[in-house]
């Protein structure tokens, strides 16, 4: 019998519930995310006082032996006093092994650095990043890993009933500079739908396409068949990854406009299961200070017009519309010369082969417990 995956708030471990019981694996596993926030709304409520944490945490989990815990990224623990109780509750526990899922895994590096120059380590702590540029350089006694994200057919599949024409292209996905200066550009090349931060809003037109974020579980699938095809932007320009919204969006039955990289195309075939666009060659480094520059001016509330960033950030601006020109270009030859939902069919039926997270669990278990890994059930 397979025991409980998530001992506490298991909708966030949702993805990766159904995939422990299809592997047959018989571990125990605690979702970090109700645990990360319940620390910080303690620490809020009563200066961090941990008997309060663990009351209201329950004392049937303190009975129940926890083979794992999983974090889907970092960022939780990152404020030092919820960090310092949920390590003490980790350790009380008897919690072996923490594994954080995160894009950038070189991001907890300074907060687990810090940590360990006081004396605190996170012991039996692994890092899993969806691409080798984001694992640290610097390792210490940390253990980093690169593997691809899953996806999970239960919430992503395709609709009963189509939602009917819509825009060109969808994006859904957390805000950048970058990505928000290049999708002002390609709004005014095709018709577009934005959801995400409420800073895409103030940059160039994007008003009028922008939508807030939908709930994951519940609408995020419908979203992705609302247009013609689902639009996969990196962060920074050249940025190599395999995005968990090109598989969720392929797993949903849609056809997929994404950059071309190594690792992507390692993964699914380019022309076949998804449309590729030719990432634009800029130096993330040279942008940098029209970034940092225009992401301070966003936390003014200011309002940034394309012919206003244009005139200040030449670099940018030329950069970002020639990537929207391209993007525009594979978007086009999808609507023309491939078959209605040949991409979209293509591209689902080798997700639903090699890359649900039931076929990723088993590496990621072999990552995180090693020799320690409980064996399948046959």
């Not at 006093?81 to 008897?94: H, I, Y």
């Not at 320009?237 to 598989?247: C, I, K, N, Q, T």
């Amino acid at each position: 019998m397979v025991k409980p995956q998530g001992l506490l708030g298991t909708t966030f471990l949702l993805p990766l519930a159904e995939a422990f019981q299809h592997i047959g694996a018989t571990l125990v596993t605690l979702d970090m995310q109700p645990v990360a926030q319940l620390a910080q709304k303690t620490v809020g409520a009563a200066g961090g006082n941990y008997e309060l944490f663990l009351a209201l945490m329950g004392q049937d989990l303190k009975r129940t032996p926890v083979d794992l815990a999983i974090s889907f990224g970092g960022n939780q623990f990152l404020e030092e006093t919820p960090s310092r109780t949920v390590r003490n509750f980790l350790s009380d526990l008897g919690v072996p092994q923490l594994v954080f899922l995160t894009r950038d895994a070189s991001q907890l590096m300074p907060f687990l650095h810090q940590e360990a120059s006081r004396g605190l380590h996170w012991r039996g702590t692994c890092l899993v990043a969806n691409s080798p540029d984001y694992l640290p350089v610097e390792r210490a006694e940390l253990r980093c890993f690169y593997l691809p994200p899953g996806t999970n057919p239960r919430v992503f599949h395709p609709l009963d009933e189509s939602p009917g024409p819509g825009a060109d292209a969808v994006f859904v996905g957390s805000f950048s500079i970058w990505r928000a200066v290049v999708l002002a550009h390609l709004v005014e090349l095709l018709p577009l739908t934005v959801y995400g931060d409420w800073r895409f809003k103030l940059i160039g037109g994007l008003k009028a396409c922008w939508r807030e974020p939908v709930d994951y579980f519940t609408a995020l699938n419908g979203v992705y068949a609302s247009a013609a095809c689902v639009l996969d932007l990196p962060l920074v320009p050249g940025e190599e990854r395999v995005s968990a919204r090109v598989l969720d969006a392929l797993a949903g039955g849609n056809a997929v406009v994404a950059p071309r990289c190594g690792l992507l195309d390692a993964c699914l075939a380019a022309g076949t299961d998804y449309v590729g666009y030719a990432q634009v060659l800029a130096d993330p480094n040279k942008l940098a200070p029209a970034f940092a520059t225009l992401n301070q001016r966003l936390r003014e509330n200011q309002v940034l017009p394309l012919s206003a960033i244009a005139r200040e950030f030449a670099l940018l601006a030329d950069a970002a519309r020639s990537q929207a020109q391209k993007i525009a270009a594979a978007v086009a030859r999808l609507k023309e010369e491939l078959p209605p939902g040949a991409a979209a069919q293509a591209g689902r039926e080798c997700v639903m082969a090699q890359h649900l997270w039931e076929h990723r669990l088993p590496r990621l278990l072999d990552l995180a417990l090693g020799e320690e890994r409980v064996p399948q059930a046959v």
